[in-house]
C-alpha cells in the first residue's frame, strides 16, 4: 500500500531498522528529509521510503552516531553512489574510514560536526550531544523543527547529564531499551560479552531506560520509540512494559497523553506524524 507522507502533517519519522543487524531512522517534511545512520541495505532503504510515498531525491543528508556496522553499512553509498552529504563528528568520521564494511570514498560527501554546536540543514537545527558507549566516539542528536524537538540517543552505555539535559526538552524521543537484565545474565552469551553489555559503555537495559524515562517524562513529550533491542536478551513486550509502567508512575498514560513502540529490528515501524 502506497502513503502519501505530507497530505495531513507536514513532519513524519519512523524506522526501518533498530537492532545489531542495521539501524537507519527517516526524520523528514514535504521539503526535504534526513536519515540517522545507515546501516540497512540500500534497497530495503528505498523500499521503506517509498511505501510512505518518500521520494528518495528528498533525502538531502545522512547523520552518523558512531562507526559500528550495524551503523554505517550503508553509507559510502549514499555518500559516494548519491553524493548525499555525511555529517558526524571529525573522530566519527576516521572511525568510519579505518572501516572495512565502507567500500567508498566519502571525501566529497564528509561533512564534520562538533558536539554542543549547533548546524542547520534546511529547516531543521541540529545539535549533536555526547552519548557513552564502546565506539571511538558516540554522539546523539537534539534536532528542532517548527516548535517541535526530536532527540535519539542509541547504543547508550550509561545516561549521563548531558544526555538527560537534552531528553527533557524533546516532544519526540528515541532511546535504547537493548536488554532485559535477567535474560543477558542467564542467557548464553560468555561472560565477557555480558560484562561488555552491561558496564556503562555498552548498552542500556530496560530497567534504566525505563527509569531514565519515567525520570524526565513531562507534557510536552508526546512519542516515545525504544529502539536497539536485543534479539537474545529482550522482548519488545517486555520493554514496553517496563516503560509503560515508569509512565504509569510519573503521570504519563500511553495511548492517552502520549504513544510508546518497540521498534522492531527488522520491520519498518507505524508512520508516526507530527
Not at 23 to 48: H, P
Not at 107 to 117: A, D, F, H, L, V
Not at 190 to 197: E, S, T, V
Amino acid at each position: 500500500m502506497q502513503y502519501d507522507l505530507f497530505t495531513q502533517h507536514k513532519y513524519k519519522f519512523f524506522s526501518m531498522g533498530s537492532g545489531s543487524s542495521g539501524n537507519c531512522y527517516y526524520l523528514g517534511s514535504s521539503e526535504c528529509g534526513i536519515l540517522i545512520d545507515a546501516g540497512i541495505g540500500i534497497r530495503s532503504v528505498q523500499k521503506a521510503l517509498r511505501e510512505y510515498g518518500v521520494p528518495f531525491h528528498k533525502i538531502v543528508a545522512v547523520l552518523v552516531t558512531h562507526d559500528h556496522a550495524d551503523h554505517i553499512k550503508t553509507v559510502g553509498c549514499f555518500g559516494d553512489k548519491y553524493n548525499i552529504p555525511v555529517y558526524t563528528t571529525e573522530t566519527v568520521h576516521e572511525g568510519i574510514l579505518r572501516n572495512r564494511v565502507v567500500q567508498a570514498d566519502l571525501t566529497r560527501s564528509r561533512r564534520i560536526i562538533k558536539k554542543g554546536e549547533p548546524f542547520t540543514i534546511n529547516d531543521f537545527r541540529i545539535t549533536a550531544f555526547d552519548v557513552p558507549h564502546d565506539s571511538i566516539e558516540n554522539v546523539g542528536y537534539h534536532i528542532e523543527f517548527d516548535e517541535q524537538t526530536f532527540v535519539l540517543a542509541t547504543d547508550v552505555g550509561s545516561i549521563t547529564d548531558t544526555i538527560k539535559e537534552y531528553a527533557c526538552r524533546a516532544n519526540h524521543l528515541v532511546i535504547e531499551a537493548n536488554y532485559d537484565e535477567y535474560m543477558l545474565q542467564a542467557g548464553k552469551y560468555p561472560y565477557y560479552l555480558k560484562q561488555r553489555i552491561g558496564n556503562g559503555m555498552g548498552h542500556l537495559s530496560n530497567r534504566l531506560s525505563a527509569e531514565f524515562i519515567g525520570s524526565i517524562y513531562n507534557e510536552k513529550i508526546k512519542n516515545i520509540w525504544l529502539c536497539h533491542l536485543s534479539q537474545d536478551n529482550n522482548h519488545p513486550e517486555i520493554a514496553y512494559k517496563a516503560v509503560e509502567e515508569a509512565l504509569l508512575q510519573n503521570g504519563g498514560i500511553v495511548g492517552k497523553n502520549v504513544r510508546l513502540e518497540a521498534l522492531s529490528r527488522y520491520k519498518v515501524s507505524g508512520l508516526r506524524e507530527f
